[in-house]
Every structure is written in C-alpha cells, then in structure tokens.
C-alpha cells in the first residue's frame, strides 16, 4: 500500500533507514550531515513538515510504502510542474530485507497510475543511474521507455553522476493502468 507520510513513522522509518545505510546511501543526494545524523529519529518530523509543505504546495506527492501494515520504503513524486508541462519525476527506496518481492514495481505502478488519474498530470520521470542494475529492472518491469542519458545531472552520494532517464505518458497507457502491466502482485511472506 502507499499512503501519506506520518509523525508516527518516525521510529520505523529512522531504523530502517539506520540498518540500511549501505543499502541506501550510494544512490541517495550528496549532503554535508552523516548518515546516522540525516537519518535519526529526530530527522523525520521535520522531514515530514518539508513533505507536506511541498504536497500543500502542489510540487511534490510524498508517499510511504507499507507492506503487511509495515513501513518498508518511500515514493516520493517529485518536481510537479503544471500547466502546459504537467510532468514530474518519481523516486524509491525500499528496505533490503524486503528486497526481491516486486514491492517497488507495485509502488511505482500505483504512484504511476495516481499522478495521472488524481493528480491530472501527462507525464511521469525516473532517473536512474546507470550502474543502478535492480532499479533499471524496475522501469523495464513497467515497460518506461527510455528518453535519454543526462551527462552529470544529479548531485549523488559526493558527486555530480550520469543518469538514465525514462519517461511515460499518459496516452501509452491507452485508457489502462500502468499497475495492469505487472503480471503478479507481491505476496505477503
Ligand atoms: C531499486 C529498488 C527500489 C528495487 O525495489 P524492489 O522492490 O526490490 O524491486 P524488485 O523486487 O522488482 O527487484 C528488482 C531487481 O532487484 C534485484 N534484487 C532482487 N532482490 C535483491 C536483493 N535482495 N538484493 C539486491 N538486489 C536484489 C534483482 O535484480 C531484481 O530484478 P528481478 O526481479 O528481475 O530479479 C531497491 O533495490 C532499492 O531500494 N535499492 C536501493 C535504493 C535505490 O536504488 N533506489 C532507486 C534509485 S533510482
């Protein structure tokens, strides 16, 4: 299930988080703070006041990814630009333990289907690094089609690093939804 960030989260999300620092830390944006810092459980109510700020604002989709009533993982949709654009670019994570399930296809194909049917956008972004090889497979999963390779493009893990983009509009979809296109659903273990 996907479902909007809580206070309460606070715990699960800073442990989880804690347990998957190498995990985790190779693919998210560069920062001055340690991990242990950026990711303690004092980090998330401002994380979260940031999130709905950003949702009230209309720029972002904050979401936290639930699995047997579990927080597992976040999707965040972010860079909402409306008007003659109406695109935004999407990211995830999950935890390790629950890796290998098609937890993040099911997320993407949900967040993919939201942001076309709810939020009226017409296009939907995932950068991805190239050497990314299981978040690459998530997109192939869903059938993104692959628009480009942006040189430098986003500050990761203490530098500027090549991404692969991949894109979706909504007339591909034609009139289905993108959760359709995943041939089974993530069992509960
Ligand atoms: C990328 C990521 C979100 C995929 O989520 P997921 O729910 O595991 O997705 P899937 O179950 O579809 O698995 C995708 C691929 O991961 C690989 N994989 C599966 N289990 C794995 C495990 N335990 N450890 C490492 N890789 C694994 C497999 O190659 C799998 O492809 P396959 O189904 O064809 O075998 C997850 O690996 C993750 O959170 N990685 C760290 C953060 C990250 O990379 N975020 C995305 C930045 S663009």
């Known amino acids: 299930m996907l479902r909007s960030p809580r206070l309460r989260d606070g715990r699960a999300w800073s442990e989880i988080r804690l347990r998957n620092e190498i995990w985790l830390n190779k693919w998210e944006p560069s920062s001055p703070h340690s991990w242990a810092e950026r990711n303690a459980v004092t980090a998330w109510p401002p994380?979260?006041?940031a999130l709905r700020k950003a949702g009230r604002a209309g720029t972002m989709v904050p979401f936290v990814i639930t699995y047997g009533g579990r927080l597992v993982?976040?999707?965040n949709v972010s860079n909402v630009v409306h008007g003659v654009l109406r695109s935004c670019t999407v990211?995830?994570?999950v935890d390790r333990a629950v890796a290998g399930r098609g937890i993040v296809p099911t997320a993407l194909a949900l967040t993919i289907d939201h942001c076309f049917a709810g939020v009226g956008l017409h296009?939907?972004?995932v950068d991805i690094r190239p050497e990314n090889s299981a978040s690459l497979r998530v997109v192939e999963k869903l059938g993104l089609r692959r628009e480009g390779y942006y040189?430098?493009?986003l500050d990761i893990d203490g530098g500027w690093r090549?991404?692969?983009a991949f894109a979706v509009t909504v007339e591909?979809?034609?009139g289905a939804t993108m959760l359709s296109r995943l041939p089974s659903l993530p069992q509960l273990a």
């Open 47 to 49: 994380l979260v006041s």
């Open 73 to 75: 993982g976040q999707v």
């Open 91 to 93: 990211g995830y994570w």
């Open 123 to 125: 296009r939907v972004e």
């Open 151 to 153: 040189e430098r493009f």
């Open 162 to 164: 090549d991404h692969i």
């Open 172 to 174: 591909e979809l034609r």
